[in-house]
């Protein structure tokens, strides 16, 4: 069984950049969707950005398109290089995976392994 664990996060000024990373142990990542995920105090989780099992495809939410780029550096590590930070952004970041096919790996309902969360805070 996959196991995700998420690091990187932190407290970052407005305009600032955090690199977060999602390791896998217990197995190669490639043939898994992954997807980043958050959810801010009293609010739904959401996706953030994710890859596609399927064909690599990489999706983002609205919200982070031109900020925020998901890569996958080997076959055990994800990453999400978050740029021009908001304080709406502030929230727990999740990491998640799915190895089946998924319409959207954007879905939090979709997902079935999931890291601890990490948190980022974006804030002067």
């Known amino acids: 069984q996959v196991q995700l664990v998420e690091s990187g996060g932190g407290l970052v000024q407005p305009g600032g950049s955090l690199r977060l990373s999602c390791a896998g142990s217990?197995?190669?990542?490639?043939?898994?969707?992954i997807g980043w995920f958050r959810q801010a105090p009293e609010k739904e989780r959401e996706g953030v950005a994710c890859i596609s099992n399927v064909n690599g495809r990489i999706y983002y939410a609205d919200s982070v398109k031109g900020r925020f780029t998901i890569s996958r550096e080997n076959a055990n590590t994800v990453y999400l290089q978050m740029d021009t930070l908001r304080p709406e952004d502030t929230a727990v970041y999740y990491c998640a995976a799915e190895s089946r096919f998924v319409d959207s790996c954007l879905e939090k309902e979709a997902m079935t392994l999931w890291g601890q969360g990490i948190q980022v805070t974006v804030s002067s």
């Open positions: 217990g197995g190669p990542l490639n043939y898994y969707n």
